[in-house]
């Protein structure tokens, strides 16, 4: 099994495969405290249009990563599940 601390995750950009988008690095995580495992991605995300909408968490399943490559983690994250996090910063329930 290969180990990954979470500062060697967060220096990695996530890639969406289904369109290309560049996601942006994961700036924290959601993880279970009884077991330790984690079950999301929280990736910071500019709205709008260039940006101007405003800054949004994109919360991304684990279930939805692909594969974690040396530089990037590419993710597979349809247009319809591509939406931000409430803007309160409250994180919606993803399972």
Not at 7 to 31: H, M, T
Request: aromatic letters at 8%; proline letters at 5%; glycine letters at 10%.
């Amino acid at each position: 099994m290969e180990r990954m601390s979470t500062c060697d995750l967060r220096n990695k950009e996530v890639i969406n495969v289904c369109d290309g988008a560049r996601l942006g690095c994961p700036s924290d995580f959601v993880f279970d405290v009884c077991d330790g495992r984690i079950y999301a991605l929280v990736v910071p995300h500019a709205g709008g249009f260039l940006g101007f909408g405003g800054k949004h968490e994109l919360i991304i399943p684990w279930q939805r990563i692909e594969c974690i490559g040396a530089d990037a983690v590419l993710v597979r994250l349809p247009a319809e599940e591509c939406r931000p996090a409430d803007k309160d910063r409250k994180r919606r329930s993803i399972f």
